[in-house]
């Protein structure tokens, strides 16, 4: 149970960042490819920081 929790919560994490990182990207920033990869890479970094952080809360 406790594996599907952190599962969840990883997915929604990185959802979450995803549709932050494309807010963004709407008002016009981060659209040229070097940017785009680099917020690519950072919301990546982010969310596996989250993910970590989520299973040392969930065990």
Do not use: Q
Request: charged fraction near 10%.
């Amino acid at each position: 149970m406790k594996f599907i929790l952190w599962g969840i919560l990883t997915a929604l994490g990185y959802h979450l960042l995803g549709g932050i990182r494309h807010l963004v990207m709407d008002t016009g920033r981060w659209e040229e490819l070097p940017s785009g990869t680099a917020s690519a890479k950072a919301t990546f970094a982010l969310a596996a920081a989250f993910s970590i952080i989520a299973g040392i809360w969930v065990w």
